[in-house]
């Protein structure tokens, strides 16, 4: 099988596309977040904590010299992002939770009684003569 037939057959598989989709709405939804978190969400509390931009919120760790910037520790940055994760796995959780009970439990099918073997039908047969 040549590689190139099998990429085709691995390309257009269900699973494969619909991983796809999820990876490109993902990105797209990842975008929302970042501006949600940090244009609706952080100023308020920044307001609310005195003014604090969180973006601003650094430690700096070497001052800047001739030619070179100062070595910063952004942990605004950080909590900034750790607000984006949250809101990401609090969103695809309630997803999950959502498709889950939209999904209906496979109804089982009531099992079958197996044919009897041929020596069963022999012992049935010789139980009901000698009943007789």
Known sequence: MSILKEFREFAVKGNVVD??????????????????????????????????????????????????????????????NVFDFLIIAIAVFAMVKIINSLKKAPVPEPEKTPEPTVEEKLLTEIRDLLKK
Do not use: N, R
Not at 31 to 57: H, N, Q, R, T
């Open 19 to 80: 991983m796809a989709v999820g990876v490109i709405i993902g990105g797209a939804f990842g975008k929302i977040v970042s501006s949600l978190v940090s244009d609706v969400i952080m100023p308020p509390i920044g307001w609310i904590i005195g003014g604090v931009d969180f973006k601003d919120l650094a430690i700096e760790i070497a001052p800047a010299k001739e030619g070179t910037e100062a070595v910063m520790l952004k942990y605004g940055a950080f909590i900034q």
